[in-house]
């Protein structure tokens, strides 16, 4: 059984900073993909970033390039989100994901199979 928990959440101000860690069990993701996606009230599930765990190529949606970094630690089986220069429209709440399978490109959303329970990202103004 896989479990995927997430830490590091909380309130901080516009501007601040914050790092997410999500520590994996039950399998190691060798290969396959480990990403974070968010969700605001109200609004749907986005991707955030997501880390091919083999070759350590990285994505990041537009609205997070250059602020975010992702990043993984092979021996602790734990990918991390760097969130800097945070704003109020980072509010949400961040949920990290692995794939199940290889995929050569980046995968889709509906392609994750494994799903942490979620940490709440407040930014204040």
């Known amino acids: 059984q896989v479990q995927l928990v997430e830490s590091g959440g909380g309130l901080v101000q516009a501007g601040g900073s914050l790092r997410l860690s999500c520590a994996a069990s039950?399998?190691?993701?060798?290969?396959?993909?480990m990403g974070w996606f968010r969700q605001a009230p109200g609004k749907e599930r986005e991707f955030v970033s997501t880390?091919?765990?083999?070759?350590?190529?990285?994505y990041y949606a537009d609205s997070v390039k250059g602020r975010f970094t992702i990043s993984k630690d092979n021996a602790k089986n734990t990918v991390y989100l760097q969130m800097n220069g945070l704003k109020p429209e980072d509010t949400a709440v961040y949920y990290c994901a692995g794939t199940g399978t290889y995929y050569s490109r980046r995968p889709y959303a509906y392609e994750y199979d494994y799903w942490g329970q979620g940490t709440q990202v407040t930014v204040s103004s």
């Open positions: 039950g399998r190691t993701f060798s290969n396959y993909f």
């Open positions: 880390i091919n765990w083999s070759s350590g190529s990285t």
